[in-house]
């Protein structure tokens, strides 16, 4: 795999005693998560959920 210099430095400036291997599978989860969060803010709206956290209130969840 090849990476960009300036770009490995600037993440290994932000993540100091991190070995490169673990830097990088820290700023792929920090990407995943945060694409992930943005694709669920675009489909807001657009699926339709029925609230029914009065109803589960109202059930004894003992049985």
């Known amino acids: 795999m090849e990476l960009d210099d300036v770009l490995l430095a600037s993440l290994m400036a932000r993540l100091p005693g991190v070995s490169k291997t673990e830097a990088i599978q820290r700023a792929v989860r920090f990407y995943l998560t945060h694409d992930t969060v943005d694709q669920l803010r675009k489909l807001a709206g657009?699926?339709?959920?029925?609230?029914?956290?009065?109803?589960?209130r109202g059930t004894d969840r003992a049985t």
């Open 46 to 56: 657009t699926v339709e959920i029925d609230d029914v956290s009065r109803e589960l």
